[in-house]
C-alpha cells in the first residue's frame, strides 16, 4: 500500500513570496490533516478536511494561508505572501476515520525555507 | 485545552542500556495517548497508543509506556536500546471525541557504541 505522498520535498523561496504544497494521502482515507513544524517544536495541526469539508481550521492563518481538498482526495496548501517565520516542515497526513483510535499516517513532509 | 511536556530535549545512551523518555499532560477530560516516532529523513510513525483498558501498552519493536492516570503521565520506556532507535520520540494526546493530536516539544534520543 502506497503512504502519503508530498511534494515538494524542500523549497526555498524569498519572504513575500508564494508557495504551494501537495499531498496526495492513502487511498480510501476520507481525513486529510496538514501540520506545520518548526524546528524544536512538536508538529502543530494548520487545518483537517473529511472529504472535501473542513473540519477544523482554527489554528491556521487565514491572512495568508489557504488549502483546498477538491474532490476530497488530493490537497495542496498554500502560503501568500511568505514571511520569515513561515519556515517549517510541513507535514500531511492521512487517516480512514475521524476517531481517536483511527491511526494517522504521515508523509515526509516539505521543508520550507523562507529568506 | 490540553498540552504535553517532554521536558528531556535531548536523551544519550549507550547501546544495550535502559532509557526512558518522559511524557506529562494536562487534561481536565479522558485522554488517548500516543507516542510517534521520526527516523531520520523519514515521516512521523506510530510507535504505540494508549485509547483504553491495560495501562500498559508495547510497540513491536520492544518499546513500552504506561498510562498513569494520578500521576498524568504516559512515559515511554526500552530495557535494552539498539542503535538503530536513534530517533525522535513525539509524545501526543487527543481528548474528546475527535482525533486532533496535540504534541510535545519531541525528544532526541541518541543510541552510542
Known amino acids: 500500500e502506497a503512504g502519503v505522498a508530498q511534494s515538494p520535498r524542500y523549497k526555498i523561496i524569498e519572504k513575500r513570496q508564494s508557495v504551494a504544497f501537495w499531498c496526495n494521502p492513502i487511498?480510501?482515507?476520507?481525513?486529510l490533516y496538514w501540520y506545520q513544524q518548526i524546528l524544536g517544536q512538536g508538529p502543530k495541526l494548520l487545518i483537517q478536511?473529511?472529504?472535501?469539508?473542513?473540519?477544523?481550521d482554527s489554528q491556521l492563518p487565514k491572512d495568508r494561508f489557504s488549502a483546498e481538498r477538491l474532490k476530497g482526495v488530493d490537497s495542496t496548501l498554500k502560503i501568500q505572501p511568505a514571511k520569515l517565520e513561515d519556515s517549517a516542515v510541513y507535514l500531511c497526513?492521512?487517516?480512514?476515520?475521524?476517531?481517536?483510535?483511527?491511526?494517522?499516517?504521515f508523509g515526509p513532509g516539505t521543508r520550507l525555507t523562507v529568506t | 485545552a490540553q498540552s504535553v511536556t517532554q521536558l528531556d530535549s535531548q536523551v544519550p545512551v549507550f547501546e544495550e542500556a535502559p532509557v526512558e523518555l518522559r511524557c506529562n499532560y494536562s487534561s481536565s477530560v479522558s485522554v488517548y495517548l500516543f507516542w510517534y516516532v521520526q527516523y531520520p529523513n523519514q515521516g512521523l510513525q506510530l510507535l504505540l497508543k494508549y485509547l483504553s483498558g491495560s495501562t500498559l501498552v508495547e510497540s513491536i519493536n520492544g518499546f513500552e509506556a504506561e498510562f498513569n492516570k494520578s500521576q498524568t503521565s504516559f512515559h515511554l520506556r526500552k530495557p535494552s536500546v539498539h542503535i538503530s532507535d536513534t530517533a525522535e520520540y513525539f509524545c501526543?494526546?487527543?481528548?474528546?471525541?475527535?482525533?486532533?493530536?496535540?504534541f510535545g516539544t519531541g525528544t532526541q534520543l541518541k543510541v552510542e557504541l
Open positions: 487511498s480510501g482515507h476520507a481525513t
Open positions: 478536511f473529511q472529504n472535501n469539508g473542513v473540519v477544523d
Open positions: 501526543a494526546v487527543v481528548t474528546g471525541g475527535g482525533n486532533k493530536l496535540t
Open positions: 497526513a492521512s487517516s480512514p476515520g475521524t476517531g481517536a483510535g483511527y491511526e494517522q499516517y
